[in-house]
């Protein structure tokens, strides 16, 4: 049965969600096996800096900015879970990632898919398992032509 994504952009108004490439990113993911984050809705929000900080504070009692933030699900009630991400962090790490603003956000979201997968990032040997799970997501993306489609308007 595929994902059920709940896709909450509005935070965000000059960004474009193409709601049919997400989904079947995540599909891409959710039927690798390769990482197996928990099945049910998975809820994705695109939000600012400072939205994204507020809730670092609220939740995590850390004001800075971040990238992205990753709540757990609840089996019982079928949602896998809710990743939040920056925007605003994307569009400006991008450049300096030498890749497009897409391929940053899309990053965020893998990175929170794998949060829900069980991976980590609280130490210097989790960070580095991350990394190279974050990298072979995306190229599976990448070889599959499964990459979300996003776009921001002036």
Same mark, same amino acid.
């Given at each position: 049965m595929p994902r059920i994504l709940q896709i909450n952009a509005q935070q965000y108004?000059?960004? $474009?969600?193409?709601?049919?490439?997400?989904?079947? =990113?995540?599909? =891409?993911?959710?039927?690798?096996?390769?990482?197996?984050?928990?099945?049910?809705?998975?809820s994705l929000v695109f939000l600012t800096d400072d939205e994204l &900080?507020?809730?670092h504070a609220d939740f995590l009692d850390d004001p800075s900015p971040t990238d992205v933030i990753t709540f757990p699900g609840d089996d019982e009630m079928d949602f896998a879970g809710e990743i939040c991400v920056s925007v605003d962090r994307a569009l400006s790490e991008a450049p300096s990632q030498g890749?497009?603003? =897409?391929?940053?956000? $899309?990053?965020?979201?893998?990175?929170?898919w794998l949060h829900l997968a069980g991976?980590?990032?609280?130490?210097?040997?989790?960070?580095?398992?991350?990394?190279?799970?974050?990298?072979?997501?995306?190229?599976?993306?990448? $070889?599959?032509? &499964?990459?979300?489609?996003?776009?921001?308007?002036n």
């Open positions: 108004s000059r960004l $474009t969600v193409d709601e049919g490439s997400l989904e079947r =990113a995540f599909a =891409a993911l959710d039927n690798w096996g390769q990482y197996n984050a928990p099945d049910g809705e998975l &900080a507020q809730i890749w497009s603003f =897409a391929e940053e956000l $899309t990053l965020y979201l893998v990175h929170g991976l980590d990032d609280l130490d210097e040997e989790s960070r580095s398992e991350m990394r190279v799970a974050e990298k072979l997501c995306i190229e599976r993306l990448k $070889t599959l032509s &499964a990459m979300p489609i996003f776009a921001l308007k």
